[in-house]
């Protein structure tokens, strides 16, 4: 049974950093593509990131370009999400999804798993 836990959210001001992670198991990992999505209250759900299965590819929502990256460690069966420069539109439910395909290089919505969230609040 595919199986995936975000970790790494939290508190932060704005222009800070955060590292997500999203720990997989129950299925082949390095045989997926692995992307973030966000949901605000009151917000519709937003793709953020996606990365292919050998992470060669990789994709982001304009909101968070040159912002932040995703990457993988596929031996650790193991996505990360850094996040810099913060705002506080980045607070969210930060949800780590699993897909057999990519479309523009981000995740088609067709989720194999999803994760239970990790909350990121971007205060001052």
């Known amino acids: 049974q595919p199986h995936v836990v975000e970790s790494g959210g939290g508190s932060v001001q704005p222009g800070g950093s955060l590292r997500l992670s999203c720990a997989a198991s129950?299925?082949?990992?390095?045989?997926?593509?692995v992307g973030w999505l966000r949901q605000a209250p009151g917000k519709e759900r937003e793709g953020v990131s996606c990365i292919n299965f050998s992470g060669g590819t990789t994709g982001y929502a304009e909101s968070v370009k040159a912002r932040f990256t995703i990457s993988r460690d596929n031996a650790k069966n193991t996505v990360y999400l850094q996040m810099n420069s913060l705002k506080p539109e980045d607070s969210a439910v930060y949800y780590c999804?699993?897909?057999?395909?990519?479309?523009?290089?981000?995740?088609?919505?067709?989720?194999?798993?999803w994760g239970q969230g990790t909350q990121v609040t971007v205060s001052s």
């Open positions: 999804v699993v897909t057999k395909f990519t479309v523009q290089a981000m995740c088609v919505p067709e989720y194999s798993a």
């Open positions: 129950g299925f082949a990992f390095d045989g997926y593509a």
